[in-house]
Each structure stands twice: as C-alpha cells, then as structure tokens.
C-alpha cells in the first residue's frame, strides 16, 4: 500500500471510531452486555475457523525461526479460544462505570454540580503477538462505552484479523455502531506511526508488549499513553521483621512467577537482622534454582554461591530466577536506594513497626507499596478490579493496576435554573 | 551563560527539587500553613522593596514598546503585593488533599488495599508576564506536598526573583526544604527547553499563559502537561427554552466578562424558536455594544446590523465583544456542531425538558456542560474548590477546573499479614 493510501485509510478509521463514539457514549449497560455475550459465543461457534487461521501465523513464524516462547504465546487452541469467550463474559460481570456520579457539589447559589464517569471516547491498543488481547480489549473497551482501535503485532496477523471479524460480525443488528471497532488490517509497520499521529481522532493509546514497544509508542505521540515501562520491585527487611513472614513473602515474591513485572527483583535486608536471615533465605533460595547477586555486606555473611553484585544489577529487571541482595544500615538508605534505582511500580517493606511502614509509605514514590505481604498481589484481578487494562507507573490518570475506570474519564455537568455570573 | 553551564543549573535545581519532595511528602499540613502564613506577611513587609525590583521590569518595557495590557499585568503595586499575600492565606485555608483516602478495598484474602492522595512529586510551572503567578504557584504546590520549579517569563525577571528570593527566605528555619523552591534565574529561553527535557527528575509542567505557550510546552516534552489552548464556548438555545432564561443566560455568557476563556463565542439556537428569539436577544446584543455575525437562517431574521459569518468564525475564540450565531434544525445538529467546532471546554444547553439536557451531558465532548446556566461558571472558586490552578480541556487526569487535587496523585498502600499469592 502507498503510504499516502495508508494514511486515508487510518485516518478515515479513526474518524469514522470518534464519531461512533458519540454512539457509544449513550448505550445501555444492558446492551453492551449483549452484544459481549453474542461475541463470546460467536469466537466459541467458530473455533475451527480461527485455529485454521492461526496455523497461518505459526507457519510463517515456524519459517521464520520464532523462539518457542513466542510460538506458545501465539498458538490459539480449543481451550485458548474458550479463554478468550471467558474473558468476554467475565468482563459482562464488571460493573459499568459510565454514569457513576463521583461527587456532587450543591453551591450557595443553587448550582448543583455533579461529576460524571463517562467514556474516553476513542482508544487505540497497539499490541505484539497475543492474540486474545484483540478481544480481551475489545471487550473492556466497549463495556466502558469507548471506540478501540486494534493495531496487532504482524506475527498475528492472520489470527487478529479472524478474531476481528467475528467481533466485528458480532455487532451487526446490535445497539453498538460497528464502526466502534476498527482493525489496522496491514502490517506494515508505517501504520502505527500514522496511527500515532491522530491525537484529534485518538483520546488514550494503550501499548500492550515489551518494553521496546512501550518507549517507541511514548517518544513518538502527543495522544495520552498509560504504560509501565518495567518493574524493578524490593522488598525491605527492616531491622524489627517477622522473619518467618519476611522469608515466606520474599520466596513467593521472587519465586512464585519470576517472568512478570510484579516479581521481586532486589531484596534489601537490614544490617541488624542480617545475620540471622540471610544464611537460610539465600539457603531457600538457592534450593529453589535462585542465582544470587550479593553486596559486599550479603558476601561477608553468606559466602557459599553468592556472586559478586555489580552497580548494573541494581537497575535490571531479571524477569528470571535471579535475586540481587543488598545489607542497608537504615529505613533511610532503604528507601533511597528503591527510588534511586527502582522503576516506581511495586516495592515492600516487612516490618512489625507502624512508623516504620508509614514512612516507607509515605518516601516511596512507587504506585503500590506492601507491608508484610508480596508485590505479587499488584494485579487487576488481585485488587478486586475483576479484570485488567494494564499496570501504570504514571502518576496522571490511572497508577497502578487499571482496569475499566482507568479506561474512562469524567465530566462535569452542572444544574442551573437561570442562574448568571455576577 | 554557556548552554553546558545553563543545562547543568537546571540539571542540579530539579534533582534537588526531587530530593527534596521526598521530604515534603512528610510534612504535616500544620507546617506547611504555617510557612504559608509566613510567606504572605513576608510579602506585605517587603512591598517596597518588590515595587523597586518590578520598576526595574517596567523601565525595560517601557523601553520595548509593551502594550498597555501587558505593561498593566506586569505591575505590581501596594494592592496587587497585598492580592499576593490574600491568595497564599486563602490556601491555607484549603483542605489538605494529600493522605485523603479514596477508596478502601478488603480483599477476601485479608489484604487491606487504601488508595491514598499522594503528593505529585516536582511540578513546574512555565509562565509568562503575571508576577503573582510566582507566589500564588509556590503556595498551592506546597500545600499540596510538591517541589516547584519556576520559569516566569522575560518581562517580569526582576519582579518574580525579588518575590522568589523572600518566599524562599520565608522556608529558613521551617519544616520544608529550601530546595523545594526552585527560580530559573535567567531570561535565556534556552532554559525552558532544557526544563522540559527533564523527565525523569519533573513529574507535571503547568504552562501558564497564551496558546503559543501551551502549545510550544506541549510539543516539546514528553512530561506530563495539563493544559487547555482556548476556550470556543456554545450556549444552545433548543426548541422548548425558556426564552427568558436564554436570554438572560447567553447575555451573561458573552457580555460579563469577554476576555476570558469560559465566555461564550457562539450561540446555536433551534429553528423552532429562533423567529421569537432572535430579534430581541439580538437588539440586546447590540445595544451593549456586540458585534454579531449570524449564519443564512440568523440574517434572514434578523436583517440589521448582523454581519455574514463565515466557516472561519465557527472555530474562533473571540475574546472580545464578537459573536457568531447559527439557527440549527435538531438538537442532533447542535451537538454535531459543538463537538466539530468547539475546544471541549464549556457547552450550555437552554431547555425545560430533560431528556434533551440528558442527551447533550452525554454527547457534547466537553469537559464541563451546563444546563440553563453560563457558561462562565467554569471556575475552580465558583465550583467550591477554594483555589484553581488552571482549567484542562485533557482526558487524562484533572478535566475542567484544576484546584489542589490536581496538582496531587494517589498510590495504593497494601496492608498485609504475611499473605502469599497463591
């Protein structure tokens, strides 16, 4: 496609989704749910179609070397299908933000002024090689009253592009415009560029993927991006810790799923309590498969296995079964370090001192901060979201883990009877 | 100065400003009123000394050819020193917003989830001929917990360094860090660029000024901006309007105060009522001096003295004694009309029946949407926020009239005993 043709056909997309938007802002929590149980039994009916879809993708990532990792993450299967309608139906049971009054302020001159959930208008995902993204976002971004714009990842075409349609399909005789949902239908890479671009058309961008994808989509937009880039997560072990609760939380934070970004990846240890934890922490650990990268202050107490740390490992996000350890002398230092090299996400402290968790509470400037428990739990579902859009280490609009009201934004409307400026 | 001389000044003032609100985010509201209270008599004590330093900035104006307007805001005088001191008491005043609790979830699991207000971090304010602008910032980012950087413009540097250098004398001896009030000494414009590229250390830019500012702000930086570029404000008079109403509503939205971003620009007004509206509205109009500029249906009822419009007059922020009128078939018109031409600021609607208000709150892509008021409401005092430190036509975040809790975020503090995730 030339790229002037790209460009028209991106454009009239997107404004094809802000003017269905307008729809969408009026349509009833009832019939949103509809059409998300029509959508969920469609992609079930049509099982076959979207895995004879998908051996397209595996084949033409088979030809090109893709890791087995990338393979599992792409492969759509039975099972992965009826996931996929789960999800949907999942996101039926989440209460409808749109609508909900957040505060009314009645004024001495009779005005009453109320707050107004209402939807985004229009969001564009820009995603890599899950398929079920495709309709896990559909589904949240219609339920919260928004058009979505579906640009996937081109080891996935030929899987989005059947997910896609049958959504799209879906919609037909329904409440919802089918404009609402639109599908970059390229892969040319142009395209997101030129998506990227339409900050008129485009309220919110939401990269799902790597890293690398999330800063190119942040350095290249003026449209509002909600991202985490990555998540370096500490736990502290302050001087005063319940050791058989610090040593319980820093396994499951480490070990219980090393690959995501909630896991933790340096753990901090008072130089009071030391001694007594690190020997059979490290000793857990390293029975677990766990590499450890120690400080010099780790490497005096517990010699066996521990490799030297170096500054780097401080600031990296392993995503693997590797821990750096660090011996801080104070609350003070403990903090310093996690805002100094953390990535504001999630980080722990275990303490049995109030002030003390205050403190960190308060110094901290990450989005979720525990006591006495695993930044494991910073999750949509965890929290009680009952689904999640992302997690975002910014500090405007959603922090922490998003889910549908992160995906709308708020009005307000204001009652008169008449009433003039003076 | 050499641009590596500038870069590292600038560099050195926002990592000590990050520092520093580390520590700001620990103090107690009764501090921070009281180096408030401080400040404001500061300031009343050294009015003669702040009348020196802006005559200084009026002499170089003077010498410019600075129109009357700008020479007007630039001046500080007995009043204006004391309308400084006034608005640093008002935010005393204030409810503290940080530590507020949003939301408290308990999870199943035990788990204790508060979503808490949090300080924003480091804010800086880039603004342009307002001298009060220095002190008025500094007090609401205080209050609110924040480190605050400032870049006032060229025409006031002496006025707004002799204002910095006594609110920062004013912290000596207090609980807050003297580091938390940064000046960038230097009419170089250099220094806002490199401002703007410190991302990592500036957690929020507050552009105050016209729309070349907001714009220059918003296009050169990747952190976060709240912002609004101008205000086309509508006021739709529909079928079923309580013409007296109308007319006294669309008067106040025009007349009261012209200059100002919530004041009306142009008036829709449905067929049906129009030949009953018009005539008079218009003749009020005129005789307090507006100029108007009405669409076919608008001239062939009203002949006299109505300007044709034309397509460019839909899209212009008038700011002066100039109005554009349209007669439109629907509501549906109205609508389309508003959210194609108008800047998402402030929409009023005019009708008894409240089904069409309904319709317009939910259509109308604006921030804030009235119905049978003005449109001139859209005010953070008029709305009861006690302050405003701007108003955003954004999405994300603060939307409408921005006051302390704008200027603040929130993260989730988890309360746990030990629990794991499973």
Not at 55 to 60: C, F, G, M, Y
Not at 117 to 131: F, N, Q, T, W
Not at 246 to 270: D, I, S, W, Y
Not at 314 to 334: G, H, R
């Given at each position: ?14 404004k ?16 949103k ?10 992609l079930?009916?049509n ?54 009054i ?5 004024r001495p ?17 820009i995603?890599?090689s ?7 976002c ?6 919260s009253?928004?058009s979505v714009?579906l ?8 899987s ?12 037909k ?13 390229t892969?040319?890479?142009a395209?997101?560029?030129?998506l ?15 890293e ?20 370096i ?5 302050a001087?005063d ?5 610090a040593?319980?939380?820093c ?5 219980q ?15 009071n ?12 650990f ?16 517990v ?7 170096t500054?780097?490992d401080?600031?990296e996000?392993y ?37 003390q968790?205050?403190?960190f509470?308060?110094s ?12 494991r739990?910073?999750?949509?579902f965890?929290f ?19 889910a ?17 400026r003076?």
């Amino acid at each position: 496609m030339s790229s002037k043709k790209l460009e028209n056909m991106i454009v009239k997309m997107v404004k094809e989704a802000k003017k269905a938007s307008q729809s969408m802002a009026l349509v009833k929590t009832s019939a949103k749910n509809t059409v998300l149980r029509k959508m969920a039994k469609a992609l079930v009916a049509n099982t076959d179609y979207l895995i004879r879809e998908n051996k397209k993708d595996l084949k033409a990532g088979a030809a090109k070397g893709l890791s087995s990792a990338l393979v599992d993450r792409l492969t759509l299967n039975e099972k992965r299908v009826k996931g996929m309608a789960r999800c949907l139906l999942d996101t039926v049971a989440i209460k409808d933000p749109v609508g909900g009054i957040i505060e009314t302020i009645k004024r001495p001159n009779g005005l009453v002024i109320k707050k107004v959930r209402a939807p985004m208008g229009v969001v564009g995902i820009i995603y890599e090689s899950r398929p079920n993204v495709t309709s896990d976002c559909v589904g949240l971004c219609l339920k919260s009253g928004n058009s979505v714009i579906l640009k996937g990842g081109k080891e996935a075409f030929y899987s989005n592009k059947a997910i896609y349609s049958i959504l799209r399909k879906a919609l037909k005789g329904s409440k919802i415009p089918p404009e609402a949902v639109q599908f970059v239908s390229t892969t040319d890479r142009a395209a997101v560029n030129i998506l990227l671009q339409q900050d008129e058309y485009v309220d919110l961008i939401i990269p799902r993927g790597g890293e690398g994808l999330i800063r190119f989509v942040a350095d290249n937009t003026r449209i509002p991006v909600v991202k985490h880039y990555k998540g370096i997560c500490h736990t502290y072990v302050a001087k005063d810790a319940d050791l058989k609760i610090a040593q319980a939380v820093c396994f499951n934070a480490k070990v219980q799923r090393p690959g995501v970004c909630n896991a933790m990846e340096t753990m901090l240890v008072h130089k009071n309590c030391a001694a007594r934890f690190l020997p059979k922490m490290i000793k857990v650990f390293q029975e677990a498969g766990v590499e450890i990268r120690g400080c010099p202050g780790t490497r005096c107490i517990v010699k066996k296995g521990v490799k030297a740390a170096t500054l780097k490992d401080w600031s990296e996000e392993y995503l693997d079964m590797i821990l750096s350890v660090k011996v801080v002398n104070s609350l003070k230092e403990a903090i310093d370090h996690i805002n100094t090299y953390g990535s504001r996400h999630s980080d722990a402290i275990i303490t049995r001192d109030k002030k003390q968790a205050d403190q960190f509470f308060k110094s901290v400037d990450s989005a979720c901060l525990y006591v006495n428990t695993s930044t494991r739990f910073t999750d949509g579902f965890e929290f009680g979201f009952g689904a999640e859009v992302g997690i975002s280490t910014d500090k405007l609009h959603a922090r922490g883990p998003m889910a549908l009201e992160g995906l709308t934004t708020y009005k307000y409307e204001i009652h008169g009877k008449g009433q003039i400026r003076q």
